[in-house]
């Protein structure tokens, strides 16, 4: 059965910061592209960044770039989203996906939410 | 990276057929293949539908067919059932600046 499930989503305050993990199984994880996806609560979707199976590349959406770190651990089969200067506008469930190579995202976590508030 | 236009709201009786929208640019939709529809009951994670434009995951419904022309890409629900009740959203890669993907600004579809 595939799997993927973040973890680490909490209530921080303004300008802190919070690392993000999603663990997948049953998938072939080291071989693809994966990627972090947010929605603000009652909002759409927003991409946040993805990285390439090796970690060789990563892109991130003009909103966090400079403040948010993609990174990998095919080891691990784990993926992480370090995030700094946390903003008020940041708060939303991140779910973490694995790509189809910028043709869209097959597997999807359940979610973890991120609260910023003071 | 501007989100791509949706319409908010299709609505179809049981039976029927629905088209959904996507606009962009040639940035985005307009330039490149890699257009992919998500559908999302509340609460629930996104679930792939269509990618590349036309192409079901397995396991996806016949019913589900996408097509694009121009910086216009569309969604078509044929014989719509009560289980298709819900919100969609389309994304796109947009090579604008730095390589990143674009989301649509989501459409409830409600079965009436």
């Known amino acids: 059965e595939v799997q993927l499930v973040e973890s680490g989503g909490d209530l921080v305050q303004p300008g802190g910061s919070l690392r993000l993990s999603c663990e997948g199984s049953g998938l072939n994880f080291n071989t693809h592209y994966m990627t972090w996806v947010r929605q603000a609560p009652g909002k759409g979707l927003e991409w946040v960044a993805n990285i390439k199976a090796d970690g060789s590349d990563k892109n991130y959406a003009d909103s966090v770039k400079g403040r948010f770190t993609i990174s990998r651990d095919n080891a691990r089969n784990s993926l992480y989203l370090q995030m700094n200067s946390l903003r008020v506008e940041d708060t939303a469930v991140y779910f973490c996906?694995?790509?189809?190579?910028?043709?869209?995202?097959?597997?999807w976590g359940q979610g973890t939410l991120v609260s910023v508030s003071s | 990276q501007s989100a791509l236009t949706q319409p908010a709201s299709v609505s179809g009786s049981p039976g029927q057929s629905i088209t959904i929208s996507c606009t962009g640019t040639?940035?985005?939709?307009?330039?490149?293949?890699?257009v992919s529809w998500y559908q999302q009951h509340p609460g629930k994670a996104p679930k792939l539908m269509l990618y590349?434009?036309?192409i079901r995951p397995s396991g996806v419904s016949s019913r589900f067919s996408g097509s694009k022309s121009g910086n216009t890409a569309s969604l078509t629900i044929s014989g719509l059932q009560a289980e298709d009740e819900a919100d969609y959203y389309c994304?796109?890669?947009?090579?604008?600046?730095?390589?990143?993907?674009?989301f649509g600004t989501g459409t409830r579809v409600t079965v009436l």
């Open positions: 996906a694995r790509e189809l190579s910028w043709s869209g995202s097959d597997y």
């Open positions: 590349d434009v036309t």
């Open positions: 994304s796109s890669y947009s090579g604008a600046n730095t390589p990143h993907y674009v």
């Open positions: 040639s940035s985005d939709v307009g330039g490149y293949n890699y």
